[in-house]
């Protein structure tokens, strides 16, 4: 008996040693496995939607190519409808495509805004099919529904910490250095301006950050132009504008697209951009960190083994050439006493932190703000009073303007970085901050986190000899290949690494839009200035001195770029200047620079008088 109790209390002992420790390793298990999943970086996702099947951006290749550095953290979506011309785009290998088939978007768009999966009736069918024959006209439509990406990819999404809508026209850096986890996660939005350009106050609909929640996705609902009823009646306005171009006999062979777009369309960057700054959920960032092609200089895309490993977007300065602008980042590169200047240039890590302050918002004079494509009522900036020199000198550089003609003038703020506060309660006022530059400056103006097109299409298409736009601009790429068959898929996705750790994006001067290596660029220059005494860029602004003077010829002094658009597109038209017998290289320089000078000047003279008419007006 004595022995039974005691083979009883043992294995009771057993039994509850043996439950301890499974509890503990099943506890060490769990906690394990929690840490596991918590030290999962968070991963982003750039949407990119085309619709259409035989319809692709020049510059998409260059897009889905250099997204690559942003491997770790970024993957770019791209939804298509069974696009044929995916077929021989070579891609990196964090870009995901979907095919959606014939009328896909159309279909998820359709049942995003009806909100219902069946969308089989007459009704459902129709409205799809009026959205699909929009789509295919004016593809450009998919801009206006960019805030609702997030609902109708969703379940593409679900992996995601953040999303955003972008455009195939874009050449990126390593935006994960530019964006950083820790800086990101304070806000529920987060978007990319161009540098200094924060001060105007709108969602870039290049790269807007979204958290993905709930409540970020569903704030369009919001927005009355994409309420059921006001949806159908919309887009049936813009069907019936379509015919009606087509049917004009007396139409242009291009149809008024542009005309239709700015009739019916509804640009993201108003409304929406409104409705968030007002309703939307937590805080907004907006960061001055992007390149555009406003201006002519070319681009570098340079990686750098030092600076942080990164891959960055460099600006040539104004009156560099080509080879002089390689040189000069490359020995930058390698100068130790650079070191700590060029790693502000391919991330934000090193920077300062912010010191914000708050700011006043101008919302009544939307004339400062310098955004006319949008509508008056969603205009908002920073600006400050503008000051005149002249009589009133003195009292302006005092700050105290007291002549009625100028004191209500504003001007709009050079700004890298905006902040606008969460609403702590309904009735709650939110407020803009920024970040004082001079107590920490953050905003690098040499150096961006990606490049977006906007005129330089529009230079290309005005020009005859623009056809350069493929692969063949990557003549000395050393390019490594793996094709994964997706026939199931619609196309063959083509994985690549561009491992050239210099890429340049310039204007030639012969009006082609080339992105190539930066040796074979530099050589190239060289070349054409020794042989044939021209230059490589299409520019206002003449060689660099130090071509000149190699060649015996003094250099004139640097002719300042306009940012006119009309005087760039004249210069387009006119072509390069005419060489007359018996012109030397210094001629044409000093007519060139002579020439522009006197554009300038009379470009300044119209502004003058635009200025004294609106003063005379009011």
Not at 388 to 394: F, T
Not at 585 to 606: G, H, T, Y
């Amino acid at each position: 008996m004595v022995a039974l109790l005691s083979r009883l209390i043992v294995s009771l002992v057993a039994f509850l040693l043996f439950s301890g420790l499974s509890s503990v390793a099943a506890e060490a298990s769990n906690s394990t496995t929690t840490f596991t999943e918590q030290a999962i970086p968070p991963r982003y996702a750039l949407v990119v939607a085309l619709a259409g099947n035989k319809k692709l951006t020049e510059y998409f290749s260059w897009s889905c190519r250099t997204i690559f550095d942003s491997r770790d953290r970024f993957d770019l979506l791209v939804f298509h409808e069974n696009n044929q011309l995916l077929r021989n785009v070579t891609c990196a290998e964090n870009v995901k495509f979907y095919n959606l088939g014939e009328k896909g978007l159309s279909t998820e768009i359709v049942k995003t805004v009806l909100n219902t999966e069946d969308i089989s009736n007459d009704a459902g069918q129709q409205l799809t099919k009026t959205v699909d024959s929009i789509l295919q006209y004016i593809p450009t439509y998919l801009s206006e529904l960019k805030p609702m990406m997030g609902a109708i990819f969703g379940r593409y999404l679900s992996s995601y910490r953040y999303w955003s809508y972008t455009d195939p026209d874009m050449i990126f850096g390593s935006l994960s250095q530019w964006i950083t986890d820790e800086d990101l996660e304070q806000y529920h939005y987060y978007t990319l301006a161009r540098n200094w350009d924060a001060a105007r106050l709108f969602l870039r609909s290049q790269l807007t950050l979204h958290r993905n929640v709930p409540e970020v996705n569903a704030l369009w609902q919001r927005l009355t132009y994409f309420q059921a009823q006001e949806f159908a009646s919309r887009v049936g306005g813009i069907s019936r504008a379509i015919m009606e171009a087509h049917e004009d006999k007396h139409a242009k062979a291009t149809p008024p697209t542009e005309a239709i777009a700015r009739r019916f369309f509804h640009h993201p960057e108003g409304w929406y951009s409104k409705l968030v700054f007002e309703e939307g959920p937590g805080k907004v960032k907006i960061a001055g960190r992007v390149f555009d092609d406003f201006f002519r200089e070319p681009v570098i895309r340079i990686r750098s083994a030092t600076a942080n490993g990164g891959t960055a977007l460099l600006r040539c300065q104004q009156a560099m050439n080509l080879s002089h602008c390689i040189d000069h980042y490359h020995a930058k590169l390698q100068d130790p006493d650079e070191a700590d200047h060029m790693k502000r240039m391919f991330s934000i890590a090193p920077l300062p932190s912010t010191q914000m302050k708050e700011v006043e918002v101008h919302i009544d004079r939307p004339e400062a703000c310098k955004m006319a494509w949008l509508p008056l009522s969603t205009r908002s900036c920073i600006a400050s009073e503008k000051f005149h020199h002249g009589s009133n000198h003195e009292a302006n550089a005092a700050g105290k303007a007291n002549n009625a003609e100028h004191k209500d003038e504003l001007r709009l703020a050079r700004v890298g970085e905006c902040v606008l506060s969460e609403a702590t309660s309904a009735t709650s006022e939110r407020v803009w901050y920024c970040n004082d530059e001079k107590a920490a400056p953050r905003q690098v103006h040499e150096a961006a986190a990606f490049f977006h097109f906007h005129h330089w299409d529009e230079f290309v298409a005005m020009s005859k000899a623009a056809s350069t736009i493929n692969d063949e601009s990557f003549p000395s790429l050393p390019i490594s290949h793996q094709v994964v068959d997706q026939r199931a898929a619609g196309h063959a996705e083509h994985h690549m690494h561009v491992t050239s750790d210099c890429l340049v994006l310039y204007l030639r001067y012969d009006r082609a839009l080339v992105l190539e290596a930066c040796k074979a660029a530099a050589n190239r220059e060289r070349l054409l200035w020794t042989l044939n005494q021209k230059r490589l860029l299409l520019q206002h602004y003449v060689p660099a001195t130090s071509i000149l003077k190699a060649h015996g010829h003094e250099a004139p002094r640097p002719v300042p770029l306009s940012d006119s658009l009309a005087l760039w597109r004249r210069k387009i038209e006119q072509g390069p200047t005419a060489k007359e017998d018996g012109d030397t290289e210094e001629d044409l320089l000093r007519r060139e620079n002579r020439r522009n000078k006197q554009r300038v000047m009379k470009e300044r003279e119209r502004r003058q008088r635009k200025r004294d008419r609106q003063r005379s007006e009011a």
